[in-house]
């Protein structure tokens, strides 16, 4: 296994099977799409590959804020269910830890459903804290807001 950084708009295709496991909500199409405009932005995907398959997928921004200074934020996280509990979750959050220490950033942050438990024993595994509860208006100009 090995992890790989996403290099060019052309490699996006082979991740999207594994992504759309995540965001189901997309087509392939508008996943791609979606992913460019926010790769404009600063947007970046990370993978773990075994013989010529994605096992694990991460898209992640560096940013910097008054509370975490700079800081890897991780919007997307999924592992493939044909290869989970194989350790390329942990491999890709081991890669994100050093590539966030070899940025400058001092903080690794994600958020997680509620429902997630699965995901939530992972992370906690892999040493991250429950810092805080995220709060969400997911429908501005909607009655009620």
């Known amino acids: 296994m090995q992890v790989k950084l996403l290099q060019s708009d052309s490699e996006i295709d082979v991740l999207c099977p594994v992504l759309l496991q995540l965001r189901p909500q997309y087509t392939t199409d508008s996943l791609i799409a979606q992913i460019k405009q926010q790769r404009s932005e600063g947007y970046q995907l990370a993978y773990v590959e075994a013989d010529g398959e994605v096992l694990c997928v991460a898209g992640f921004v560096i940013g910097n804020k008054l509370a975490w200074e700079k800081h890897i934020y991780v919007d997307d996280l999924v592992s493939s269910t044909r290869y989970r509990s194989r350790g390329a979750g942990a491999l890709l959050i081991d890669w994100l830890k050093q590539y966030g220490l070899d940025n ?26 429950i810092n805080s509860h995220h709060f969400a208006i997911t429908s501005l100009g909607s009655e009620g807001d």
């Open 104 to 129: 400058d950033c001092k903080q690794l942050h994600l958020d997680s459903g509620v429902t997630r438990y699965q995901a939530h024993r992972f992370y906690l595994r892999e040493h991250f804290s």
